[in-house]
């Protein structure tokens, strides 16, 4: 900035289209420096001292009129069995080449996941499209996702951060629901894990229970249940003391 010292970053939301301005300076004086910043249409005007002698400086910022590469209309994110389902939609696009997911377990360290190219002829669109992606490997607990666009000239911008959230033992699911014979219940392990199952009646009289030692990973268990009267019951997996998985089930 005309050798100030100052910088000044503006950055594009590409969901809400809000502008944002970032200032920094780089000065190694050790006098105090006080900057006011005055955004107006089409320039920013910068007013302080630098050393002792007083600076007003003038610049152009573009802050209106603003065409973004992308209008983001949703972006969603949900458990879905073992893995994590992504989906978004755009409304238009501009010279849009692809979009990158990234993953996080902690909302602000982030690594690439996979790379979803652009849906629009030579990256331009006026119509709706819409876009997938599936984790198949979510971590244990929170995952944070978020997207970023990249454009034809290189620019990206990043979309909301979203969660889902994979307790201990993830994707746990029984079927056939109803059920005649046997009863096949399936998971996922993030570690070795002692595991009882208990079934009980709609009165919650327990009527069968079984205990397991599951490996990590991908783990199933068959139960013969073609003794227990036609009716409602409950399928509770405990791990320890806490019951990780509570679902209805119907036998015919």
């Not at 089409?42 to 002698?53: K, M, N, Q, Y």
Request: without cysteine; charged residues 15%; glycine residues 8%.
């Amino acid at each position: 900035m005309n050798g100030t010292g100052l910088d000044l970053d503006i950055t594009t939301n590409m969901s809400t289209g809000v502008n944002t301005a970032f200032l920094s300076a780089n000065i190694s004086d050790t006098a105090s420096n006080f900057y006011v910043v005055d955004l107006t249409t089409g320039e920013a005007r910068l007013i302080g001292t630098i050393g002792g002698r007083a600076v007003i400086t003038e610049m152009a910022v573009s802050m209106t009129d603003v065409t973004l590469p992308i209008t983001l209309l949703d972006f969603a994110a949900k458990k879905a069995g073992l893995t994590s389902e992504l989906s978004w939609t755009t409304n238009n696009e501009l010279n849009n080449l692809y979009f990158i997911i990234e993953k996080s377990a902690n909302g602000s360290t982030f690594t690439s996941l996979d790379k979803v190219n652009s849906k629009a002829n030579n990256g331009n669109s006026n119509l709706p499209l819409t876009y997938t992606f599936t984790d198949v490997a979510p971590l244990k607990g929170i995952n944070y996702y978020r997207l970023y666009q990249v454009d034809k000239d290189g620019n990206k911008k990043f979309s909301q951060i979203l969660r889902v959230n994979f307790d201990g033992i993830t994707g746990m699911r029984i079927y056939p629901n109803p059920v005649r014979n046997q009863l096949i219940i399936t998971g996922y392990l993030q570690a070795t894990t002692d595991l009882h199952i208990k079934i009980t009646d709609a009165s919650g009289k327990t009527v069968t229970t079984s205990k397991y030692k599951k490996q990590a990973g991908e783990w199933n268990v068959q139960l013969n249940v073609s003794g227990l009267l036609t009716g409602m019951y409950y399928v509770q997996v405990i791990d320890g003391k806490s019951v990780i998985f509570n679902q209805s089930l119907y036998k015919d």
